[in-house]
């Protein structure tokens, strides 16, 4: 089984970075996503490591590190479209039979402020 | 690239009764899911196919919910009766090659 957890809610500044942390507990792992949902829309997806280490994608960053059942999602230069949930999910280790469904955190709703 | 495509996008329904909601997946994408997002939590898998089999439904509630997917690309998912828990948006989504999942648009269910 997996275990996510992430922040609720968290508050920043037009302009600014955030930071938005994932622990998770595992009975097997092969990746994390996280995921972008606005209100009342569809998860988008951000980002996907599988590695330890730092992924960039322009003003999205995402973190793992394996060892520490970590994660986390970097945005700079916050912009008010930003405010949404961000979601954190973990796909179970390849079984082989072809399951890859992801289990989900409950998602951290980001405010941002002008 | 048209994305996932889900109807109804709304459903009211009183309990006991029974709905059901369909997906069609991005063109070419062998893996299908159904989630389950109830109001403040993350999506939740219920099933996946993979083509027209399915490969997970551990967490489908199996005496109430049933989906198909006869010929490898539209699915359908069924509850029959419906229970006020089950109000919730119902994600399809789908994905090629083990990549990445999109998803469609969902359906918003209300139980009365």
């Known amino acids: 089984g997996q275990n996510i957890d992430q922040p609720t809610e968290m508050t920043a500044t037009e302009g600014a970075i955030v930071q938005i942390n994932c622990t998770y507990q595992?009975?097997?792992?092969?990746?994390l996503f996280w995921y972008q949902q606005h209100a009342g829309e569809a998860p988008t997806f951000l980002s996907y490591n599988v590695l330890d280490g730092l992924e960039e994608k322009g003003r999205f960053s995402s973190f793992l590190s394996r060892s520490k059942g970590y994660s986390y999602l970097l945005l700079k230069e916050l912009q008010m479209k930003d405010s949404a949930s961000y979601l954190c999910a973990v796909r179970d280790q390849y079984s082989g039979g072809g399951a890859d469904g992801l289990t989900f955190g409950k998602g951290t709703h980001l405010i941002i402020q002008p | 690239e048209a994305g996932v495509a889900q109807s109804p996008r709304y459903k009211i329904i009183e309990k006991r009764q029974s709905v059901a909601f369909w997906c069609n997946p991005i063109s070419g994408h062998a893996t299908l899911y159904w989630y389950q997002q109830i109001l403040g939590q993350g999506p939740k898998l219920l099933i996946q196919f993979q083509n027209n089999g399915v490969v997970d439904d551990s967490q489908l509630p199996k005496d109430r919910f049933s989906a198909e997917r006869l010929k490898g690309v539209d699915s359908t998912l069924k509850i029959q009766p419906a229970k006020l828990e089950d109000s919730a948006v119902y994600l399809c989504a789908s994905s090629s090659a083990y990549n990445e999942q999109f998803f469609g648009p969902g359906t918003r269910l209300t139980v009365l």
């Open positions: 595992t009975s097997g792992f092969n990746g």
